[in-house]
């Protein structure tokens, strides 16, 4: 589980063990930042590596810095290097997530429920 806070009002949770590696919130994120639709700003992306259904996310926060949520649990201030596809231009460049002005558009977008907001 991720929580990120913004001011004492809102915060997001990430409960990666319900992702099904479907790339919607990377592609709401960037929709939200660019008007466009590619996933290449967003502040959260997917975490993959060479495993059978093996997959999390990685959350660039504001707090925590980097926070990986693997199937295993979540560490904040690591490096994203599992991740792929969308994920080239390094995580470490963009810009944190500011939790979409109070309406995360992830949390919209994530068909599971993965991704809930709280507070
Ligand atoms: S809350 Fe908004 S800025 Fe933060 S990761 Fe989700 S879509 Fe991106
Ligand atoms: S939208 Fe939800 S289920 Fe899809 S990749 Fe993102 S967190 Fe996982």
Same mark, same amino acid.
């Not at 008007?35 to 502040?43: D, E």
């Given at each position: 589980m991720i929580r990120q806070r913004a001011g004492d009002i809102l915060k997001l949770r990430i409960e990666p063990l319900k992702c099904i590696c479907c790339g919607l919130c990377e592609v709401a994120c960037g929709l939200n930042r660019d008007?466009?639709?590619?996933?290449?700003?967003? !502040?959260i992306i997917l975490h993959i590596?060479? %495993? !059978?259904d093996y997959f999390g996310l990685v959350l660039k926060s504001k707090s925590e810095g980097l926070v990986v949520a693997r199937p295993e649990g979540t560490a904040s201030g690591?490096? #994203? !290097?599992g991740s792929s596809g969308p994920g #080239? %231009? $390094?995580?470490?460049?963009r810009e944190p997530c500011d939790l979409c002005g109070g309406k995360p558009k992830c949390a919209k977008a994530c $068909?599971?429920?993965c991704i809930s907001t709280e507070g």
């Open positions: 008007s466009v639709l590619t996933p290449m700003t967003s !502040s590596e060479d %495993k !059978s690591q490096q #994203a !290097s #080239a %231009k $390094p995580i470490l460049l $068909p599971t429920g």
